[in-house]
């Protein structure tokens, strides 16, 4: 014959331990994939104008001639103070790629390998602006416009 308050004491137990694993346990929520701290605040297309684009713009500036009815004029750094312009163009650049890497932007698993090379070559332009070597800044703002130019071809931004 089974003793009642014996068998109750046992099932009181029993509840009590699985309670104590459930709270000892982690939740599900524990498990989940970690969300990035990272929030983007604005919309790819403003990103795209008001960042990256007048950083970029710095860059290949240096390449770039104006004509006009007084002749050509070389739009490359002539003072320090040009070269600190294109120095914080490519400072701002370089750091503009980790914003592009915010989860929340990446558009398929090709993104970050687009971003990678624009972090490397505005990394590049960052050190040659530095150094104040135009012939260095000009050839990455060439690489510029071909890592650009591919990324919206994928992307169909064209």
């Known amino acids: ?46 990103f795209m104008e008001h960042v990256l684009g007048p950083a970029a713009a ?30 914080s163009g490519a400072a701002t650049l370089a750091e503009t790629t980790n914003a592009l890497m915010i989860p929340q932007r990446a558009r398929d698993p090709d993104w970050n390998r687009f971003v990678k090379k624009l972090a490397d070559a505005a990394n590049k332009a960052y050190r040659a602006a530095e150094a104040h070597d135009l012939k260095s800044v000009s050839e990455v703002s060439d690489q510029l416009d071909g890592i650009c130019a591919a990324c919206h071809r994928h992307y169909g931004l064209e």
Request: net charge negative; charged share 25%.
């Open 1 to 46: 014959m089974i003793d009642i308050r014996r068998f109750a004491g046992t099932i009181v137990a029993v509840v009590a331990v699985v309670i104590a694993c459930l709270v000892a346990s982690p939740s599900i929520s524990d498990n989940a994939a970690p969300t990035s701290p990272f929030q983007p605040h604005v919309d790819m297309k403003t």
């Open 58 to 87: 710095i860059i290949w500036r240096v390449n770039g001639v104006v004509i006009d009815e007084k002749g050509e004029h070389d739009l490359s750094p002539k003072s320090d103070d040009d070269w600190e312009k294109v120095v």
